[in-house]
């Protein structure tokens, strides 16, 4: 063989692994590579809906929207849908496509609503995907000028003493400041006469036509502030920031009674794991932001992580709790 022809072939021959190794590199950055269909999220603009108008759910998905749009650096829109108790918006997200593109703002009512509605237009455990926790909210428990308590055990004697003279207000039958309130009562042996208003009974507490209620922090705080009412204690496992001095009624009367309303954020039924799991990884990440959570405080939330499967278990306990109330209560469903 010459010369020429065994330096073309030499050349050849290095030619063909130079070309092998760089298609070898290729697969392996390939692989490396997260699949376009199938892995990246987000890539387009997200709608979290909040079934309810303003208030203290828009606040918080509102906030939620923010963090959400920080981690994922996407654009997070909040969708207000109010109607029939939040059935309207929840039901809404139900049947949305499963891509992660239409999350929703679920609270205390997707596991009330189907005791108190015939058809709530959704089962809170076959339509949605849990995603995260995102905090609770106790309630506060006050009374009127007119009801000569400091604590809970002192109006809780005034109250046996009276009997079903006392009454106790709530924003609407169903509503969380209605069955919290009564599942209170009840455990403490206070019987009183529920009064049922569309709105926080503000007028009739300041005027002492109304003696007990139970609400968020934010709607009381006026009253309590410039002394119209009388703060005698929350209903979750911590205090307040807004409210310090307020004991629990974990701590102080109740043991393990921790209830309210909580806010978390779902999913249809569906939507991939992966988008749950960058979703909740988001919110967790976000959850641990010092100015965020001051802003939680401010709002009467305690932030509380749950990521999806644990949140589920949450959903499921929840579910069963507020049921058993719900018909012990003799409520009928609308």
Same mark, same amino acid.
């Given at each position: ?73 996407? +654009?997070?829109?909040?969708?207000? !849908?109010? *109607?029939?108790?939040?059935? &309207?918006? =929840?039901?809404?997200? /139900? %049947?949305? @496509? ?120 934010? +709607?009381?705080?006026?009253?309590? !502030?410039? *002394?119209?009412?009388?703060? &005698?204690? =929350?209903?979750?496992? /911590? %205090?307040? @920031? ?93």
């Amino acid at each position: 063989m010459s010369q020429s022809v065994s330096g073309i072939l030499g050349r050849r021959t290095v030619w063909k692994s130079v070309w092998k190794g760089v298609g070898w590199t290729l697969l392996l950055m390939a692989a490396a590579l997260p699949s376009v269909g199938a892995q990246v999220y987000p890539v387009r603009q997200i709608r979290l809906v909040v079934p309810f108008g303003a208030g203290a759910s828009d606040a918080t998905g509102r906030v939620v929207a923010e963090l959400l749009r920080e981690q994922l650096g996407a +654009s997070v829109v909040v969708e207000n !849908r109010p *109607g029939a108790n939040g059935n &309207l918006g =929840t039901a809404a997200v /139900a %049947r949305a @496509a499963p891509d992660g593109y239409t999350l929703l703002l679920v609270s205390s009512s997707l596991v009330t609503s189907p005791s108190l509605y015939v058809n709530p237009g959704y089962d809170p455990l076959r339509d949605f995907s849990a995603v995260s926790l995102v905090g609770n909210v106790p309630l506060v428990a006050v009374v009127a000028n007119s009801v000569p308590a400091k604590s809970m055990r002192e109006f809780i004697e005034y109250a046996r003493a009276r009997r079903d003279r006392i009454s106790y207000g709530s924003a609407g039958v169903g509503n969380m400041t209605h069955l919290v309130a009564q599942s209170f009562l009840e455990s403490v042996g206070v019987q009183a006469v529920h009064v049922p208003y569309n709105i926080v009974p503000l007028a009739d507490l300041f005027a002492s036509r109304l003696h007990f209620y139970m609400g968020t922090a934010s +709607s009381l705080m006026p009253g309590i !502030r410039d *002394g119209r009412l009388m703060a &005698l204690a =929350t209903t979750g496992k /911590a %205090r307040l @920031a807004v409210l310090p001095e307020v004991p629990t009624l974990d701590e102080s009367l109740l043991p393990g009674f921790d209830r309210g309303i909580w806010y978390g954020i779902a999913a249809p039924a569906g939507t991939p794991q992966h988008v749950v799991a960058a979703l909740a990884d988001a919110l967790a990440r976000g959850m641990k932001d010092a100015t965020l959570r001051q802003r939680f405080d401010q709002m009467g939330l305690l932030p509380r992580v749950l990521g999806p499967k644990e949140f589920q278990a949450f959903i499921n306990a929840e579910l069963d709790h507020w049921t058993r109330i719900i018909r012990a209560s003799g409520l009928k469903p609308e």
